[in-house]
């Protein structure tokens, strides 16, 4: 039920928020507002014909955040003061590359069956992967699921260096602002 209702209900959602986020650039935001559209078209005929147009919905998503992410890198990365804003804008970067790596790792899946190992019987093959990619880009890696394609193993490393680059450059760009912020208002 959660994964063929609600959750492309919650992806609308989250086009709605990230055309809001993109405010700022016309193009952005008619890029994203062409991506809503193509992806409520793509829900709407799931819905009445029950026919699955997964690859096209992953395809419209992963454009979606890889767009979205790019964004509010841009936004963190610009900001002059370092305020609650900034402080969610590198949050929601980060799970933003965490659903970029899920969507790399659903379309290798999806493409390659059996691309990985060790998933849980219970929880769908989303919930496994989400899991994965989160786990993978944070490099604690577990060692529950395993990639185990050529293939699923280089989006492994790849993932883990996003997810370090963004930890080590974008968070230490945001605290260097916020220690330059606080000196000069202490002098």
Same mark, same amino acid.
């Given at each position: 039920?959660?994964?063929? @209702?609600?959750?492309?209900?919650?992806?609308?959602?989250? /086009?709605?928020?990230? *055309?809001? $986020?993109?405010?700022?650039?016309?193009?952005?935001?008619?890029?994203?507002?062409?991506?809503?559209?193509?992806?409520?078209?793509?829900?709407?005929?799931?819905?009445?014909?029950?026919?699955?147009? !997964?690859?096209?919905?992953?395809?419209?998503?992963?454009?979606?955040?890889?767009?979205?992410?790019?964004?509010?890198?841009? +936004?963190?990365?610009?900001?002059?003061?370092?305020?609650?804003?900034?402080?969610?804008?590198?949050?929601? !970067?980060?799970?933003? /590359?965490?659903? *970029?790596? &899920?969507?790399?790792?659903?379309? $290798?899946?999806?493409?390659?069956?059996?691309?990985?190992?060790? &998933?849980?019987?219970?929880?769908?093959? @989303?919930?496994?992967?989400?899991?994965?990619?989160?786990?993978? /880009?944070?490099?604690?890696?577990?060692?529950?699921?395993?990639?185990?394609?050529?293939?699923? +193993?280089?989006?492994?490393?790849?993932?883990?260096?996003? !997810?370090?680059?963004?930890?080590?450059? $974008?968070?230490?760009?945001?605290? !260097?602002?916020?220690?330059? +912020?606080?000196?000069? +208002?202490?002098?």
């Amino acid at each position: 039920m959660f994964d063929t @209702t609600i959750a492309p209900i919650l992806f609308l959602v989250n /086009l709605l928020a990230g *055309i809001l $986020i993109a405010s700022k650039s016309k193009f952005l935001k008619f890029t994203l507002f062409i991506l809503l559209l193509a992806s409520i078209a793509i829900v709407t005929v799931e819905f009445m014909n029950r026919n699955s147009y !997964g690859i096209w919905r992953m395809i419209v998503y992963f454009l979606f955040y890889v767009l979205v992410t790019l964004e509010l890198i841009k +936004q963190v990365w610009r900001a002059k003061v370092v305020d609650k804003k900034v402080i969610y804008g590198l949050v929601s !970067g980060y799970i933003s /590359l965490g659903l *970029i790596a &899920f969507f790399i790792c659903l379309s $290798i899946e999806t493409l390659h069956p059996n691309s990985y190992s060790g &998933f849980i019987e219970s929880s769908t093959i @989303t919930e496994n992967l989400t899991y994965y990619s989160y786990i993978t /880009l944070m490099t604690i890696g577990y060692g529950d699921i395993l990639p185990i394609t050529s293939l699923s +193993q280089k989006a492994a490393i790849l993932i883990g260096l996003i !997810g370090q680059v963004y930890l080590v450059v $974008i968070t230490a760009i945001v605290v !260097g602002k916020y220690i330059n +912020q606080k000196n000069n +208002q202490i002098l």
